[in-house]
């Protein structure tokens, strides 16, 4: 574990820049797990009006100012991050497994089944992520689940052209063959003997990807195809307050640096992780 | 290298069949009943089994991609249900305005990313490197519609130096429609105020879509920078007594910048995508307007027809970047013509 004094934060703390990343990280996961608790008006999160507040601009009181019905923006944007991480969690723990079967498979057995797979992973990878995202929320309801599905059915080829890279290499090295001269089943060879060989690159991917995953789900609810009103969502409040510019622009402002620093945070750790598991770029 | 483009033309060709394969897919089998869809819950089973006739949904799958690539081929990519219009005519209508931002943001992406790479990569573990490399990751992790609306801000209602939204101002007449990127039009025409016009409108927008590219390409110049900053013939160039400025622009970077351009050609994807969204922030009268709207009023033959072109345009753009690389790069062609 990432723990202060361990050998491994040792390591890890050497660029100051991936502990700037861990702590970014820890206090918005931190602060999106405790939203109800920390956040200064924890009723604002949901369809509350306030009129006599409304379009504040950001103070003591309300540090992100108060958006058009007078409810609190910082509140707000911390109820949004906990959809964004959530977002984040569940894409990767639908393309990962995903894309690193198909990696695995096509990299191990040359033949038809790599020619198969790995042109359909390039022709997912032709079609700009936001654009085949944008598809298929086209033709299914536009509401959280489905940006979900929509987001998993763009990333899984990513991980699939990493494993199988990764599998290639790893193909030809003597334990594979030794594995395959006693008989050890494909799924052993798969599983046992490859994978753990991928795991480094596969986790500083998915450190990385949180991130981006964020950004993207982002983008699809700023086209309002995402998150609806009134739950709070980071790209439908920037979308929303994009509308009261310049008078409001904390409305659009906050929330949009909200998003940079989630990436950002993503973005360093995943760095740190990197030199951690010393993957190569 | 004729062979080299042959086997590059042939691979580009499965990709783009694969591509309307899977666009047909998503289009056909996702929705359940694309027809009852379109035609929505108030339309009569007669309607809607008529509208099924019409898109020969009524026939197997593999018919309905037999027909639908014919019409492709034939450059007919059906009517629009909402327009009312064929997609081509509505395409090349928006198409125009898209590929003007996109291409204003790639050639910005270049002319911000690589000197900021070769000023990282020059000065490496050095403040100039230090704040280079921190403005690279700004730009790569904030997205383009954050960007585009702090620039909007700051620029155009705080400094009041460029105009917030649309491509040209009412006050200026649209110079005759030859290539269909405004900025081009005004020069062939002659028009300067048009062009001077046409330029403010488009350098926020694309600004906006380039900072994530830039920031790719100036971390992509800097590494590979450092990598050939460790060859012999650049230690020979030193001992030979010429400039650092010499060996950084003549030396170093020529090498260095192969995968730049191949990164170029990669990130010309995110673009199409993110121009969606700088797209919406500054009422850019793109395909992003027409896609969202195709995707939010369910037309079929719109959405098929947008995400088709930009996937197409992706392909392509990347064969002639490959290309063109191949042809920089002699090891590239002769590597794969054995």
């Known amino acids: ?281 | 290298m004729i062979k080299y483009l042959l086997r590059r033309l042939a691979a580009s060709i499965v990709v783009l069949i694969g591509v309307s394969v899977l666009i047909f897919l998503i289009a056909r089998v996702i929705p359940g009943d694309p027809a009852r869809i379109a035609l929505g819950p108030m339309a009569s089973e007669e309607q809607v089994a008529q509208l099924r006739a019409a898109l020969f949904l009524d026939r197997p799958l593999i018919a309905q991609y037999v027909e639908f690539a014919r019409n492709l081929l034939r450059g007919d990519l059906g009517v629009s249900l909402y327009t009312n219009r064929t997609v081509t005519t509505d395409l090349r209508q928006f198409l125009p305005a898209t590929a003007e931002l996109v291409a204003a943001a790639s050639l910005l992406m270049v002319v911000i990313g690589i000197p900021l790479g070769v000023l990282a990569g020059h000065f490496r573990d050095r403040w100039p490197d230090h704040a280079a490399r921190l403005a690279a990751l700004l730009g790569i992790v904030a997205p383009s519609f954050v960007w585009a609306i702090i620039l909007v801000l700051v620029f155009s209602y705080w400094l009041d130096l460029t105009p917030v939204i649309g491509r040209l101002s009412d006050s200026i007449v649209r110079p005759p429609v030859t290539t269909g990127f405004v900025t081009v039009d005004s020069l062939i025409a002659g028009d300067w105020a048009a062009f001077k016009d046409a330029s403010w409108h488009l350098v926020l927008p694309a600004v906006a879509l380039s900072l994530s590219g830039a920031g790719q390409a100036a971390r992509l110049t800097r590494a590979n920078l450092g990598e050939t900053y460790g060859r012999d013939y650049i230690d020979l160039a030193r001992a030979y007594g010429f400039a650092g400025r010499t060996i950084a622009w003549k030396y170093a970077l020529r090498p260095a910048m192969i995968p730049t351009l191949t990164i170029l050609g990669l990130d010309f994807a995110a673009k199409l995508g993110n121009a969606f969204l700088v797209e919406a922030v500054f009422a850019w009268p793109g395909m992003a307007r027409y896609g969202v709207n195709a995707i939010l009023n369910k037309d079929l033959n719109a959405i098929v027809g947008t995400v088709l072109v930009i996937g197409f345009g992706f392909v392509v753009i990347n064969l002639v970047i490959d290309l063109f690389v191949a042809y920089l790069d002699p090891r590239i062609r002769y590597r794969a013509a054995v």
């Open chain 1, 1 to 281: 574990m990432l723990w202060p004094r361990s050998r491994l934060w040792h390591r890890f703390s050497r660029n100051p820049l991936s502990v700037v990343g861990f702590a970014i990280m820890s206090v918005i996961v931190l602060a999106a797990l405790l939203a109800p608790w920390v956040t200064p008006y924890p009723l604002h999160a949901g369809a509350v009006v306030d009129i006599s507040n409304s379009g504040k601009p950001p103070s003591l009181a309300h540090p992100f100012g108060t958006d058009t019905v007078g409810r609190d923006i910082l509140t707000r944007t911390v109820f949004a991050y906990r959809l964004s991480l959530l977002l984040g969690i569940v894409v990767l723990s639908l393309a990962t497994p995903v894309g690193v079967i198909v990696g695995l498979l096509a990299g191990y057995f040359a033949g038809w089944r790599e020619t198969v797979f790995m042109r359909i992973t390039d022709v997912f990878l032709s079609i700009p992520p936001l654009v085949l995202a944008l598809a298929i929320l086209g033709f299914l309801r536009p509401n959280m689940i489905n940006a979900m599905i929509a987001v998993s059915a763009m990333w899984w080829p990513w991980y699939a052209r990493l494993t199988y890279n990764v599998t290639r290499q790893v193909a030809t090295e003597g334990y594979v063959a030794a594995a395959e001269v006693v008989g050890a089943s494909a799924f052993h060879i798969l599983f046992r003997e490859i994978l753990p060989n991928c795991a480094a690159p596969i986790v500083t991917k998915m450190t990385l990807d949180l991130g981006f995953v964020i950004l993207l789900g982002s983008s699809l609810s700023f086209l309002g195809l995402g998150v609806q009103p009134p739950t709070p969502d980071l790209g439908s409040m920037v979308a929303e307050g994009a509308r009261y510019l310049p008078d409001l622009w904390w409305l659009a402002v906050f929330p949009g640096l909200a998003i940079l620093c989630a990436v950002l945070g993503f973005n360093l750790m995943g760095d740190g992780v990197r030199d951690l598991l010393d993957v190569e770029r």
